[in-house]
């Protein structure tokens, strides 16, 4: 009995020595990968708002500025689908090339927000914000806010709010031609011909 307890002893060291190096010898479990996180795919940019074009005609146009103490200007003007791609976007002159940085938003209650950016040339850099309620092709009123800054005549740099009272009368008559401007007094001019070009240019 005494000699399997000797051998017992001497054995155990050993054993446990083994295990310890059978278990060192063990590769560990490799980690499982992670999930690849996946990215919602960005929704498409929505596409900018464009207002709608005037109906062709002739137009009646008022335009009166806050804090003014002159009256209302009243003029009319003859458009057709070429001249209204040219206005400004008072549509009383053909600056607008000048005007290239252009957001509108058609908002929810059914009006249009505009925001723009004019070089004027000589006149500066006209900021314009603005919102135009009623139907855009026949009848509206537009309220306007420009900043400008940077003119060579002092006094033009300067804010304006000016609210303007639109509204197509019908077809232009038989003698006019788009781009004619008719004030009180009969007095009348064309847009094209003081610019020196043809409509389309």
């Known amino acids: 009995m005494r000699g399997y307890r000797w051998l017992f002893l001497s054995v155990a060291p050993v054993v446990a020595v083994l295990s310890l190096l059978a278990g060192c010898g063990k590769k560990e479990k490799a980690p499982e990968p992670e999930a690849a996180v996946v990215e919602a795919p960005k929704p498409a ?3 900018m708002d464009v207002l709608p074009l005037r109906k062709p005609g002739l137009w009646d146009m008022t335009m009166s500025e806050e804090g003014s103490e002159a009256q209302a200007q009243t003029m009319q003007i003859c458009i057709d689908a070429a001249t209204e791609k040219q206005l400004g976007i008072t549509g009383t002159d053909l600056n607008g090339d000048r005007c290239q940085k252009n957001t509108v938003s058609h908002l929810e209650d059914g009006s249009w927000g505009i925001l723009a950016e004019c070089n004027m040339g000589t006149g500066g ?5 603005g919102k135009i309620t009623g139907d855009y092709t026949s009848n509206y009123t537009m309220t306007l806010r420009s900043q400008t800054t940077g003119a060579a005549v002092p006094h033009m740099n300067r804010v304006v709010n000016m ?8 077809a232009c008559k038989a003698e006019q ?5 008719i004030l009180p007094g009969d007095v009348t001019f064309n847009l094209f011909d003081m610019a020196g070009k043809e409509p389309g240019q």
Request: hydrophobic letters at 30%; proline letters at 14%; aromatic letters at 0%.
């Open 125 to 129: 850099t006209m900021e314009i914000s």
């Open 45 to 47: 940019p929505k596409p």
């Open 177 to 181: 031609k788009p781009g004619d401007v």
């Open 163 to 170: 609210t303007i009272l639109s509204k197509r009368l019908g």
